[in-house]
């Protein structure tokens, strides 16, 4: 049964930095994009960031809200993936999802259905 687990959420203040990490088990993943997901209360669930599979080097994609702050990476070897959040603002606060795309194509339109498998999610909460 495949699962991903989010952890590393929790209370920052503005301008702090937040580290968060997905553990995949019940298969590997190193042949499929995997990114991040957000969804702030009363807000639609929103695209963060993903990255490709290691055929094509592990580009990097991100929402524009989080360009230059938010920097994402993957350990195949691990099945781990990781999202370091820098310079964290309000407007991050959201419950962030791990998730496993459908395929390796490659750049992600950012769509939810794009997306096969999910976490739980974990908290962050940036206080000002």
């Known amino acids: 049964q495949v699962q991903l687990v989010e952890s590393g959420g929790g209370l920052v203040q503005v301008g702090g930095s937040l580290r968060l990490s997905c553990t995949a088990s019940?298969?590997?993943?190193?042949?499929?994009?995997m990114g991040w997901f957000r969804q702030a209360p009363g807000k639609e669930r929103e695209f963060v960031a993903a990255?490709?599979?290691?055929?094509?080097?592990?580009?990097?994609y991100y929402a524009d809200s989080v360009k230059g702050r938010f920097t994402i990476s993957r350990d195949n070897a691990k099945n781990m993936m990781y999202l370091q959040m820098n310079n964290l603002r309000p407007e991050d606060t959201a419950v962030y999802h791990c998730?496993?795309?459908?395929?390796?194509?490659?750049?992600?339109?950012?769509?939810?259905?794009?997306?096969?498998?999910w976490g739980q999610g974990t908290q962050v909460t940036v206080s000002s």
């Open positions: 990255i490709s599979w290691w055929w094509i080097g592990d580009t990097t």
């Open positions: 998730v496993v795309a459908k395929s390796g194509n490659w750049p992600p339109s950012g769509r939810k259905d794009e997306f096969d498998y």
């Open positions: 019940g298969r590997t993943f190193s042949d499929r994009v």
